[in-house]
Antibody, heavy 124, light 107 residues
Framework: QVTLKESGPVLVKPTETLTLTCTVSGFSLSNGRMGVSWVRQPPGKALEWLAHIFSNDEKSYSTSLKSRVTISKDTSKSQVVLTMTNMDPVDTATYYC????????????????WGQGILVTVSS | DIQMTQSPSSVSASVGDRVTITCRASQGISSWLAWYQQKPGKAPKLLIYAASNLQSGVPSRFSGSGSGTDFTLTISSLQPEDFATYFCQQTNSFSLTFGGGTKVEIK
């Protein structure tokens, strides 16, 4: 079955760089019809999309966070990595990775599988 | 970026009620809209994609409609397990964006 699982630090200090890993199973990151995004959610607030990576390594980033976020993947390890620089307390959130795919002849960007999420707190 | 506005932000309803949630896009997105349900401490769950397509395994009491800028999620007969927060998401173009959420509470 398809699973995604986030891992990384749960506490980072202001100005530090956050690195999160999403390990997937049940599908391949080299599958031309699949992609993975990172989405975050501050406590009690709405969801915010951060970045997406396609199987061909093409990437797309949030307009507002483009200067701070990098997404990459290691297909052999079935992992997608998110890095976010210059962390601030406002970046405290649950970070999710999620899968998107292909439907009716189109790449689609709704998320049919999600990881459980990892709560990252930014505090000194 | 395309802004997604959901209304209402919260609704109180009883089991068996019909509940309607709306989502408006700041520009036309054709039918590229998804709906999710989220319960406390859990990841979102996909309910509807491409505005009106029911995700596999989702009960048929959930339905979606709309195109262009105005969309609706309807729960035809609210069940106890449906009390949750619902989000819309435009899937038309990057940057992908979500609505602010609608919390469905017990009346």
């Amino acid at each position: 079955q398809v699973t995604l699982k986030e891992s990384g630090p749960v506490l980072v200090k202001p100005t530090e760089t956050l690195t999160l890993t999403c390990t997937v199973s049940g599908f391949s990151l080299s599958n031309g019809r699949m992609g993975v995004s990172w989405v975050r959610q501050p406590p009690g607030k709405a969801l915010e999309w951060l970045a997406h990576i396609f199987s061909n390594d093409e990437k797309s980033y949030s307009t507002s966070l483009k200067s701070r976020v990098t997404i990459s993947k290691d297909t052999s390890k079935s992992q997608v990595v998110l890095t976010m620089t210059n962390m601030d307390p406002v970046d405290t959130a649950t970070y999710y990775c999620a899968r998107s795919g292909f439907w009716s002849g189109y790449f689609v960007f709704h998320f049919d599988y999600w990881g459980q999420g990892i709560l990252v707190t930014v505090s000194s | 970026d395309i802004q997604m506005t959901q209304s209402p932000s919260s609704v109180s309803a009883s089991v068996g009620d019909r509940v309607t949630i709306t989502c408006r896009a700041s520009q036309g997105i054709s039918s590229w809209l998804a709906w999710y349900q989220q319960k406390p401490g859990k990841a979102p769950k996909l309910l509807i994609y491409a505005a009106s397509n029911l995700q596999s395994g989702v009960p048929s009491r959930f339905s979606g409609s709309g195109s262009g800028t105005d969309f609706t999620l309807t729960i035809s007969s609210l069940q106890p397990e449906d009390f949750a927060t619902y989000f819309c998401q435009q899937t038309n173009s990057f940057s992908l964006t979500f609505g602010g959420g609608t919390k469905v509470e017990i009346k």
